[in-house]
T-cell receptor
Framework: EAGVVQSPRYKIIEKKQPVAFWCNPISGHNTLYWYLQNLGQGPELLIRYENEEAVDDSQLPKDRFSAERLKGVDSTLKIQPAELGDSAVYLC????????????FGQGTRLTVV | AQSVTQPDIHITVSEGASLELRCNYSYGATPYLFWYVQSPGQGLQLLLKYFSGDTLVQGIKGFEAEFKRSQSSFNLRKPSVHWSDAAEYFCAVRTGGFKTIFGAGTRLFVKA
C-alpha cells in the first residue's frame, strides 16, 4: 500500500509569488497533519484535520497560509504571497483517529523562496 | 508548557559501538512518546512508541527506548550501530490535546 504522497518534492519560487503543496494521505486515515520543518529543527504543526474539519489551526499564519481538505481525503496547503522566511520543508502526515496512533509522514516538499 | 529537549545536537559513534540518544520532556500528565528517524531528503519514520505498560519498548532496526517517569526521560538505545543508522533522530511527545511536539533532533554520524 502506498504511503503518504506529497507533491512536488521541490519548489523554487520568487518572493511574493503563490505556491501550493498537495498531499494524499494513507487510505482510511481520517487525521491529516501539515508540519513545517526549518533547517536543523524538528517539525512544527501548522494544521490538523479530522476528516474535512480543521480541528487545530492555531499555528497556521492565516494572513498568508491557507489549507483545505476536500472530501476528507487529499489536502492542499497554500502560501500567498510567499516570503523569504517561508523557505523550509513542508511535511504532510496522516494517522488513524486517536491519541494512541502513530503518524505516517510523506517525504515532504522542500520550498526555496528567492 | 509542554516541551521536548534533545541535549545533543550531534553525536559521532564508531560502527559497532553502542548508542544512546537522550530525550527529556516536560508534560504534566502521562505522555505518549515517540522516536522518529529521518534520512536526508526523506520524511520521518517511526522507530518506536510508548503509550503505557512496559517502560522498555522495542522498535524497528534493533532500537529500544526506556521511559523513566522520575527523570522525565525517554532515551533511545542501540547496542551496535551500523553505518546505515547515520541520520537525524527526533523524540516527540503527544499531549492530551492531540498535539505532538518534536525535539530539535540529534544528528548521528557513524565512523568506520
Amino acid at each position: 500500500e502506498a504511503g503518504v504522497v506529497q507533491s512536488p518534492r521541490y519548489k523554487i519560487i520568487e518572493k511574493k509569488q503563490p505556491v501550493a503543496f498537495w498531499c494524499n494521505p494513507i487510505s482510511g486515515h481520517n487525521t491529516l497533519y501539515w508540519y513545517l520543518q526549518n533547517l536543523g529543527q524538528g517539525p512544527e504543526l501548522l494544521i490538523r484535520y479530522e476528516n474535512e474539519e480543521a480541528v487545530d489551526d492555531s499555528q497556521l499564519p492565516k494572513d498568508r497560509f491557507s489549507a483545505e481538505r476536500l472530501k476528507g481525503v487529499d489536502s492542499t496547503l497554500k502560501i500567498q504571497p510567499a516570503e523569504l522566511g517561508d523557505s523550509a520543508v513542508y511535511l504532510c502526515a496522516s494517522s488513524l483517529t486517536g491519541l494512541d496512533t502513530e503518524a505516517f509522514f510523506g517525504q515532504g516538499t522542500r520550498l526555496t523562496v528567492v | 508548557a509542554q516541551s521536548v529537549t534533545q541535549p545533543d545536537i550531534h553525536i559521532t559513534v564508531s560502527e559497532g559501538a553502542s548508542l544512546e540518544l537522550r530525550c527529556n520532556y516536560s508534560y504534566g500528565a502521562t505522555p505518549y512518546l515517540f522516536w522518529y528517524v529521518q534520512s536526508p531528503g526523506q520524511g520521518l519514520q517511526l522507530l518506536l512508541k510508548y503509550f503505557s505498560g512496559d517502560t522498555l519498548v522495542q522498535g524497528i532496526k534493533g532500537f529500544e527506548a526506556e521511559f523513566k517517569r522520575s527523570q522525565s526521560s525517554f532515551n533511545l538505545r542501540k547496542p551496535s550501530v551500523h553505518w546505515s543508522d547515520a541520520a537525524e533522530y527526533f523524540c516527540a511527545v503527544r499531549t492530551g490535546g492531540f498535539k505532538t511536539i518534536f525535539g530539535a533532533g540529534t544528528r548521528l554520524f557513524v565512523k568506520a
